[in-house]
């Protein structure tokens, strides 16, 4: 392990660039990844946002943000990117542009615009070795137009489109893509999977990835009370559960090369994260659905069998 | 393949060349020092961005060249760089420029001034390769300036116009110049060249309003979710683009001091005595004042009037060309399915309040998908105009012209398609 400034949570930054006082649901979880990632990033930041539930931090005239913002369009904010970087990059080397001016620049979208919409434009920004960080919140779902399914919902959530029913018990049917590896197939210098529940990982691997030039890419799980029927208190509480179960892997891979950050010791079972939500609620009630249950417990165990080997 | 030329004496500010439509925008981005320069191929386009990556990887523009992943990305990142404060240039096509449609209305949103050349090609479905203008007039409505050439030299001219009235701080609105595929991408012409020197002094250089910069953050793009906000924000791209006219006025008369070539909104051709006038725009007006010509030779007093400024729409020029003709001839090539020509409503709106307006405007439709537009197709649609004039009466609809051999052709195509 490199040298960190980050060992407890007493060394989270005190300096605070998203302020209070936006729209977005109490107890947001990626409302709390974006407040603690930029706090690992620094000042003289860009975010440049594609369409979903963090587009409504800015409406005018307000931002909560001290750094800037664009929004873009849902399907090409890595593109907006590209074009900040290039456009800064090329009015730096004409001397056009003081270099104190420069920016770091930050694609935050959700899970629907990373894995659906927007992965072309992703895909091709990472494949130009672009230089800028993509923050992926990660609700599993596409929050902003009511909770639909998105590619990486997982198996067996209940979502506005994937409703249980006689017909289709499980909610959900079809299973969450891999975005990490679809990333990792790329082979950028930085790719991570980040939880709000496990600060001090979070802050490292920013810290880490500000060390690298080209695409640093981060998928961070941000539990959503409204979508996931959890109290606004319990987010970290879901988060924490996640990683505990196994079922969010926390990781890097550097140029590819896959690390773990954190292996749980003991994993708990699945059910205790699932349990507690009312997406997953028809898994339990009226009759418990054991074999959806066990196929999500068996892909968490295959997933960490290949690991600790 | 190059002489300087001694027109005028002012040898030292041009050079003659003969160049391709393509050829020539490139060059005009060139001397515009555009910058940046996002891609995505598509045909007709090609040559364009071609060329202007290769300047670009051999040192000849210092400029930034990415070929994106779609031009839906392409557009976007046009205008976040354009906003970042980088002079921005790109090129598209038809199906490319549906394909970012979304993106037109963000820049323009935005204020962020660039340069698109589109290079006219019909709409698929079917699918073809040859120009009329249902693309380039999608973007009608987008906040895009538009600009539409009829010639090789046109095209160059308008990239720098547009970059000229786009960057204006009464207008701040990106702008589309458009060339006909084929017609005028791959054809040569003699062009004049002009010295960098010159154009320099033409196109200060870009001076984003509040770009992006570390010392003065900024949240660009945001919602307004205010009902008034969002209609204050639309008038104002209105007001500014209606600037746009007096401002390309103003840059016009600086253009014909330094380049000896004036430009006004429209171009007339043998108006002052006619009664009955085409209505065109783009490279198939070049046919269209042929057929004027021969007409003129039968001893008809038809003239025509071309449209070189779309949006902003030049209202008070076409007024003053058109008022108190006998007849007017709109000759749309492009089709509003089910309803008709796009320009032609344009021009009856612009007139309907006149004493003096035309007895008769008629819609036409022709030149889609490339379709020539012969003389007797000229002829046919004046002589239509001119009877429901006498007959004091209107089109029922708009004219599609046609021909007998083409409608034979499209008969024995139609045979071998079903096998008979
Ligand atoms: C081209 C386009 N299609 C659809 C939408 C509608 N839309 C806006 S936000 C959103 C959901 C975004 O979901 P996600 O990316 O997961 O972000 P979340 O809201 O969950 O944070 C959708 C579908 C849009 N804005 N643009
Ligand atoms: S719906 Fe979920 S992701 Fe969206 S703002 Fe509310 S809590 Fe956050
Ligand atoms: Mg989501």
């Not at chain 2, 380039?136 to 095209?155: T, Y």
């Not at chain 2, 007001?239 to 007096?246: G, H, Q, W």
């Amino acid at each position: 392990m490199s040298i960190t400034k980050y060992r407890t949570l007493k060394d989270v930054p005190k300096e605070e660039f998203l302020v209070a006082g936006t729209p977005l649901c109490a107890g947001c979880g990626a409302l709390l990844v974006i407040r603690l990632f930029h706090k690992a990033l620094g000042g003289n930041v860009v975010w440049v946002n594609a369409a979903g539930c963090v587009t409504l931090m800015a409406t005018f005239p307000y931002t909560p943000l001290r750094s800037s913002w664009f929004y873009t369009a849902m399907p090409s904010a890595p593109a907006g990117a590209q074009g900040i970087r290039d456009a800064l990059d090329i009015l730096i080397k004409k001397g056009k542009l003081d270099p104190a001016e420069n920016l770091k620049v930050v694609v935050i979208t959700g899970d629907g615009a990373a894995s659906d919409i927007g992965l072309q434009s992703a895909s091709g920004a990472i494949h130009r070795g672009l230089d800028f960080f993509y923050l992926c919140v990660d609700n599993e779902a596409y929050g902003n137009t009511g909770f639909q399914a998105s590619s990486l919902s997982p198996i067996g959530s209940g979502t506005a489109t994937t409703k249980p029913t006689h017909l289709y018990p499980a909610g959900n049917v079809l299973p969450k893509k891999d975005l990490f590896e679809i990333w990792r197939s790329h082979r950028p210098p930085y790719v991570a999977t980040i939880s709000p529940s496990h600060v001090v990982d979070m802050l490292r691997k920013v810290e880490k990835a500000l060390s690298f030039k080209g695409p640093k890419l981060f998928l961070a799980l941000c539990p959503c009370p409204t979508g996931w029927g959890i109290e606004p208190s319990e987010s970290v509480q879901l988060a924490r559960l996640a990683v505990e179960t196994g079922i969010w892997p926390l990781k890097e891979a550097v140029y590819g090369e896959v690390t773990h950050t954190h292996i749980p010791s003991k994993r708990r079972p699945v059910e205790d994260y699932l349990k507690v939500q009312r997406r997953f609620a028809h898994l339990f009630k009226p009759i418990k659905n054991e074999a959806v249950i066990a196929e999500i417990q068996k892909q968490v165990d295959e997933y960490w069998s290949k690991v600790e080997r | 393949m190059s002489e300087k030329s001694d027109k005028n004496g002012e040898g030292d500010h041009m050079v003659l060349k003969m160049l391709t439509g393509s050829q020539a925008v490139a060059w005009a981005a060139r001397l515009a020092r555009a910058e940046y320069i996002p891609a995505y191929p598509i045909t007709p386009q090609t040559e364009i961005i071609e060329i202007l990556s290769e300047w670009v990887r051999k040192g000849e523009m210092e400029a930034i060249f990415v070929q994106m992943e779609s031009e839906h990305s392409l557009l976007t990142a046009a205008g976040t760089a354009a906003a970042t404060g980088a002079r921005v240039f790109t090129a598209t096509s038809s199906q490319g420029l549906l394909y970012g449609f979304e993106m037109l209305y963000s820049i323009a949103g935005w204020r962020a001034p660039l340069v698109l050349v589109n290079v006219a090609r019909a709409l698929a479905a079917p699918i073809t390769l040859e120009p009329d203008h249902n693309d380039v007039l999608a973007a009608r409505d987008s906040g895009f300036l538009q600009f539409h050439a009829e010639s090789v030299q046109e095209a160059l001219d308008f990239v720098l116009l547009a970059y000229r009235v786009a960057e204006d701080n009464r207008v701040l609105l990106p702008a589309i110049v458009n060339i006909d595929g084929f017609h005028l991408s791959f054809t040569r012409e003699r062009v004049d060249l002009p010295e960098q020197s010159t154009v320099d002094e033409f196109l200060p250089e870009y001076k984003p309003v509040n770009p992006i910069r570390a010392s003065e953050p900024v949240a660009k793009g945001i919602p307004v979710l205010i009902p008034p906000l969002y209609s204050f924000f639309k008038y104002q791209m209105h007001m500014a683009s209606r600037n746009a006219l007096n401002v390309f006025r103003e840059a016009a008369k600086d253009f014909e001091k330094m380049f000896f070539r004036s430009y006004a909104t429209v171009e007339e051709y043998m108006l002052d005595d006619a009664d009955t006038v085409i209505v065109m725009s783009n490279s198939f007006a070049a046919v269209g004042k042929q057929a004027v010509n021969a007409m003129r030779e039968e001893g008809r007093k038809v003239g025509l009037l071309r449209i070189r400024l779309f949006r902003p729409f030049p209202t008070d020029d076409i007024v003053k060309s058109l008022r108190g003709k006998k007849c007017v001839v709109v000759v749309d090539q492009n089709i509003s399915i089910g309803k008709g020509g796009i320009t032609c409503p344009e021009i009856a709106e612009a007139l309907y309040h006149l004493e003096d307006r035309p007895k008769v405007i008629l819609p036409v439709i022709a030149g889609l998908g490339g379709k020539s537009i012969s003389l007797e197709e000229f002829r046919h649609a004046v002589r239509v105009a001119e009877r429901l004039a006498s007959l004091k009466a209107g089109p029922d609809g708009p004219l599609l012209l046609f021909r007998e051999d083409e409608a034979m052709l499209v008969d024995s195509l139609l045979k071998i398609a079903s096998g008979g």
